[in-house]
């Protein structure tokens, strides 16, 4: 199984806790799900792929433009990361 980082601003980040602790699930297999229904989608859809692809990168890098000061050092610990309903 591979690891992905994956940048969200903090209204974003904060709906989708919010969302995956009222589903009682994690924010990754939110992500892992999206992704497979996603890629499950694409497959239907192979001319649309790279047009759909392209998008997507833009998106990345326009939220990377308004964010250059993210890091992953100022993201919370494991034990924060998982602490329900505290």
Excluded: C
């Amino acid at each position: 199984m591979k690891n992905i980082t994956v940048s969200l601003d903090d209204e974003l980040y904060r709906k989708s806790r919010v969302a995956a602790a009222e589903s009682d699930t994690t924010v990754t297999a939110l992500v892992r799900e999206f992704l497979t229904q996603y890629t499950a989608r694409e497959q239907d859809h192979v001319g649309e792929t790279d047009d759909r692809t392209r998008a997507v990168l833009r998106v990345i890098d326009r939220m990377r433009a308004r964010h250059p000061e993210f890091r992953t050092d100022n993201l919370l610990s494991r034990d924060e990361l998982h602490e329900r309903g505290a």
